[in-house]
């Protein structure tokens, strides 16, 4: 491995962190290679006492997106991140997680590039309109509470043939392939404002974090095609709402579509 790229090392990730996060942090897993780390964090949930846990590959063989789609998971260059969280979310305050989840990740990201990065509704990252990263977020109820895994795929140093695979524009977070991101430090900020979306979320809900997503908003004010399942259209993206619902714009009607039921692009 190169040298200016090191590693995922725990004790790299640990260091600098405050102790309110170490205290929450139930263990941190890191594998060299695994099939999914959403579903390690799912298996340890059944265990987990404290707040929550981390689960890190260098590699996935069976990397996934939403609808089982397939994540491409390369050894070494990329970051493979499950959050395992015992919340006490209530199943209502689940329609915009995933969006506060991407506008946290935005601002951890931004740390660490000069580039514009944005979002496309509801949750993948872009820059310059390639996709950089994608969040899976899983859910199942347990006796105390609402269990979450929030598994983040970025990429970091990704070469040309690793993503040939790819059946869309793709980019990394690392300019001109330098090398000179320590995936290390960028896994440490998402956790710190990770942290902080696990104890707010649950008081504010999306509402705290609205008014940012829109300013990451790569759809806004832009004419889209939507498909759902018995209906396509064209309208013009107005925002989200407090929920996290895309408001679009048809006639003068506002529609409200919600994640995981349609399917849009810009036209
Ligand atoms: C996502 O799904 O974007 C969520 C991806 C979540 C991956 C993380 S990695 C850690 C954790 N463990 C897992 O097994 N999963 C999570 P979706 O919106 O369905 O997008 C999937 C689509 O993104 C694919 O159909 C491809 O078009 C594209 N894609 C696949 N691999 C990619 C990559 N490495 N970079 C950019 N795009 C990719």
Not at 30 to 56: C, G, P, R, W, Y
């Amino acid at each position: 491995m190169i040298e200016n790229n090191p590693r995922l090392i725990e004790e790299s990730i640990k260091s600098g962190l405050p102790n309110n996060i170490l205290d929450d942090i139930d263990s941190i897993f890191i594998k060299d290679s695994t099939e999914s780390t959403n579903d390690n964090a799912k298996n340890h949930l059944k265990v987990q006492k404290a707040l929550f846990s981390m689960h890190l590959a260098e590699q996935q063989t069976a990397g996934r997106g939403r609808n089982n789609r397939k994540w491409v998971s390369p050894h070494g260059k990329n970051i493979y991140l499950s959050l395992g969280w015992k919340s006490k979310l209530l199943h209502s305050q689940l329609e915009g997680l995933s969006l506060a989840v991407a506008t946290c990740l935005i601002s951890s990201l931004k740390e660490f590039s000069s580039k514009n990065i944005q979002i496309k509704w509801p949750n993948d990252l872009l820059i310059n309109k390639k996709k950089i990263s994608g969040i899976l977020i899983e859910t199942s109820d347990s006796e105390e509470g609402l269990d979450i895994v929030i598994g983040i795929g970025i990429n970091v140093h990704m070469n040309e043939s690793e993503g040939a695979e790819i059946d869309q524009d793709w980019g990394n977070l690392e300019e001109n392939h330098s090398n000179k991101l320590d995936r290390n430090k960028i896994v440490q900020s998402i956790i710190s404002k990770l942290h902080e979306l696990f104890k707010d979320y649950p008081q504010s809900g999306f509402k705290k974090y609205h008014h940012t997503f829109e300013s990451y908003n790569l759809l806004k004010d832009k004419l889209c095609k939507v498909e759902m399942d018995r209906e396509t259209f064209k309208g013009k993206v107005i925002g989200v709402n407090e929920v996290g619902e895309l408001r679009v714009e048809k006639d003068g009607e506002i529609h409200h579509l919600r994640y995981g039921e349609v399917s849009i692009r810009e036209l």
